[in-house]
């Protein structure tokens, strides 16, 4: 499969990718300047044609430059209950998203996405489905430095209440024929509105990339 992005976008992930690699790997310090070089190479490319600091690009992939390079995972809950969807408004951007996030270690799909609902909406939920495997790329969503697979999960509300968080500003449900504005780095109406047909038919087997 083709990637829909800019060549840039996927040459400074792959230098990026490299880069991250040598340093875990490279048996001489003479070895690791040049993958940190490389990486500074990633940071000016992405920088450049996003039209953000250096600085700024830096920060965005400090968190994560040690290790053998992976894709990162990112699960995201949907809650369906009469024809309406729960979304939680983003405190960084303001727009609306499935209650999600990057997975963390330790926790297995199915818990960390039982974990980002309660964390982001204050309901506690039990996941019932992996509905969609996707890989970013291929989505709609805009360009951007990490490569990453999206895991959506249908889920059922157990109990809780209402509450917002530090990343979140509000919780609501939504009619999926009238979504609000979101934030497409996350989440699209494409893949709502998909969710929404796992949803009217359990039986449709998981989508996947």
Same mark, same amino acid.
Request: net charge negative; proline share 6%; hydrophobic share 35%.
């Given at each position: 499969?083709?990637?829909?992005?800019?060549?840039?976008?996927?040459? +400074?992930?792959?230098?990026?990718? /490299?880069?991250?690699?040598?340093? #875990?790997?490279?048996?001489? *310090?003479? @070895?690791?300047?040049?993958? &940190?070089?490389?990486?500074? !190479?990633?940071?000016? /490319?992405? +920088?450049? $044609? +996003?039209?953000? #600091?250096?600085?700024?690009?830096?920060?965005?992939?400090?968190?994560?430059?040690?290790?053998?390079?992976?894709?990162?995972?990112?699960?995201?809950?949907? !809650?369906?209950?009469?024809?309406?969807?729960?979304?939680?408004?983003?405190?960084?951007?303001?727009?609306?998203?499935? %209650?999600?996030?990057?997975?963390?270690?330790?926790?297995? %799909?199915?818990?960390?996405?039982?974990?980002? !609902?309660?964390? *982001?909406?204050?309901?506690?939920?039990?996941?019932?489905?992996?509905?969609?495997?996707? @890989?970013? &790329?291929?989505?709609?969503?805009?360009?951007?430095?990490? $490569?990453?697979?999206?895991?959506?999960?249908?889920?059922?509300?157990?109990?809780?209440?209402? &509450?917002?968080?530090? *990343?979140?500003? *509000?919780? &609501?449900?939504? %009619?999926?024929?009238?979504?609000?504005?979101?934030?497409?780095?996350? !989440?699209?109406?494409?893949?709502?509105?998909?969710?929404?047909? $796992?949803?009217? $038919?359990?039986?449709?087997?998981?989508?996947? @990339?």
């Amino acid at each position: 499969m083709t990637s829909p992005e800019p060549d840039w976008v996927v040459w +400074a992930r792959r230098l990026r990718a /490299i880069a991250q690699t040598g340093l #875990e790997f490279a048996p001489s *310090e003479y @070895d690791r300047e040049r993958y &940190r070089e490389i990486l500074s !190479i990633a940071e000016d /490319i992405f +920088a450049r $044609h +996003a039209r953000v #600091e250096h600085a700024q690009v830096r920060d965005f992939f400090a968190y994560d430059v040690t290790g053998y390079a992976t894709p990162q995972i990112d699960v995201r809950g949907a !809650i369906f209950e009469d024809e309406r969807v729960l979304l939680v408004r983003e405190r960084l951007d303001g727009r609306w998203t499935l %209650p999600g996030g990057y997975a963390d270690v330790n926790r297995s %799909p199915r818990e960390a996405v039982e974990r980002e !609902i309660f964390e *982001e909406s204050g309901y506690q939920a039990r996941a019932v489905k992996l509905a969609m495997l996707y @890989d970013k &790329r291929f989505h709609g969503h805009p360009p951007s430095p990490r $490569h990453t697979y999206k895991l959506f999960f249908l889920c059922q509300r157990t109990g809780g209440e209402s &509450r917002t968080s530090y *990343e979140t500003t *509000e919780v &609501r449900f939504f %009619p999926v024929d009238s979504l609000p504005e979101l934030s497409i780095h996350r !989440i699209t109406a494409a893949q709502i509105e998909r969710l929404y047909q $796992h949803h009217l $038919h359990p039986e449709l087997p998981t989508d996947f @990339d």
